[in-house]
């Protein structure tokens, strides 16, 4: 599901970006350790702030990144083209990734896979193309947040079938994740990080 015009002004504001740094990668560098000298998949990139927080807070020798939204991949284009790096960019579905089994060695969702119908699925093709042993840091919203009647309707988020914590962590293990850390927010927000079994 691409953003609508409220959730496209802030996933590009210099707020989301301060966030994203701060809060959200830093406690899942704290959870997870860094990634230092990995293949590194990043799902949702929207305009690639975490794409460089990959690179510079974890030490990814190589990232992949995909996002639903044609203009959101060209705008990453546009911020990576000065540097360097190993980097490969798509318009992607996150329930149809193109790679082999195993391929990755951590894969990162910054709040992305609460956009997805079927989420469920979503996290069985993670866990598919993660290497044995690799970790799937995540970042995601909860059915609190989602379904509440003033930030529902400002945000164009599917509106049934929307997770809790538990409800995401069970999902999790059935899809063969093994959970090494997780964190919410005010019923709000979580933070997992999971190893593929």
């Known amino acids: 599901m691409r953003l609508n015009f409220v959730e496209r002004l802030f996933i590009l504001s210099p707020i989301r970006a301060f966030l994203q740094s701060h ?16 293949r590194v998949l990043e799902v949702g990139c929207g305009p690639g ?4 927080l990959l690179f510079s807070r974890f030490g990814a ?6 996002d639903l939204d ?4 060209s705008r990453v284009r546009l911020r990576q083209a000065k540097h360097r790096r190993k ?3 798509w318009v992607g579905n996150i329930r149809h990734i193109p790679m082999a089994d195993s391929h990755y060695d951590a894969v990162f969702n910054f709040g992305a896979i609460h956009h997805v119908v079927d989420w469920r699925a979503s996290l069985g093709e993670i866990h598919r193309v993660l290497k044995p042993n690799g970790q799937f840091y995540c970042e995601e919203i909860l059915s609190r947040y989602i379904t509440h009647p003033v930030i529902g309707k400002l945000m164009d988020h599917p509106q049934k079938d929307r997770f809790n914590e538990t409800q995401f ?3 999790l293990q059935k899809a063969g994740f093994r959970i090494k850390s ?10 997992v990080v999971a190893t593929k079994t």
Do not use: C, N
């Open 169 to 171: 962590i069970h999902a």
């Open 70 to 73: 044609p203009k959101m991949v």
């Open 49 to 52: 702030f975490g794409i460089d």
């Open 87 to 89: 980097l490969g960019l």
């Open 61 to 66: 020798a190589s990232v992949d990144a995909f």
């Open 23 to 38: 809060l959200e990668a830093e406690r899942l560098f704290k959870m997870g350790g860094p990634t230092k000298g990995k």
């Open 182 to 191: 997780h964190r919410q927010m005010a019923d709000l927000y979580l933070w």
